[in-house]
């Protein structure tokens, strides 16, 4: 069974860092890639942020890119979200979530400008991220 545990938010002032951290147990080989998703109560949930587990490559929306880097520490199943220069329409529930082959869409540009599209099904618990002017 796929389990995600998030941490690492709170409360910063807008220009500020935060590192999210998500703990993965359970992750099978099939499930190759891991994202970051935030939601404001009333929006839906929008895709931050995913790493392709396999050879590392990373994507990004654009609402986050140049700010938000996402990385992976494979000996320590966690996969981290550093979020620089935060303002206060980054403030939201961060999840952290795991690709199946059935849940919410994620399509984001990598560096090299190409894009990446996948499916999310698993999910953590969640945790707020709050930015202040």
């Known amino acids: 069974q796929v389990q995600l545990v998030e941490s690492g938010g709170g409360s910063v002032q807008a220009g500020r860092s935060l590192r999210l951290s998500c703990t993965t147990s359970?992750?099978?080989?099939?499930?190759?890639?891991i994202a970051w998703f935030r939601q404001v109560p009333g929006k839906a949930r929008e895709g931050v942020a995913a790493i392709y587990i396999t050879f590392g490559h990373s994507y990004y929306a654009n609402s986050v890119k140049g700010r938000f880097t996402i990385s992976q520490d494979n000996a320590k199943n966690t996969v981290y979200l550093q979020m620089n220069n935060l303002q206060p329409e980054d403030t939201a529930m961060y999840y952290c979530?795991?690709?199946?082959?059935?849940?919410?869409?994620?399509?984001?540009?990598?560096?090299?400008?190409?894009?990446?599209?996948?499916?999310?099904?698993?999910w953590g618990q969640g945790t707020q991220v709050t930015v202040s002017s």
């Open positions: 979530a795991a690709a199946s082959s059935v849940g919410e869409m994620f399509c984001g540009g990598g560096d090299a400008g190409q894009d990446y599209c996948n499916v999310f099904g698993y």
């Open positions: 359970g992750v099978t080989p099939s499930t190759d890639a």
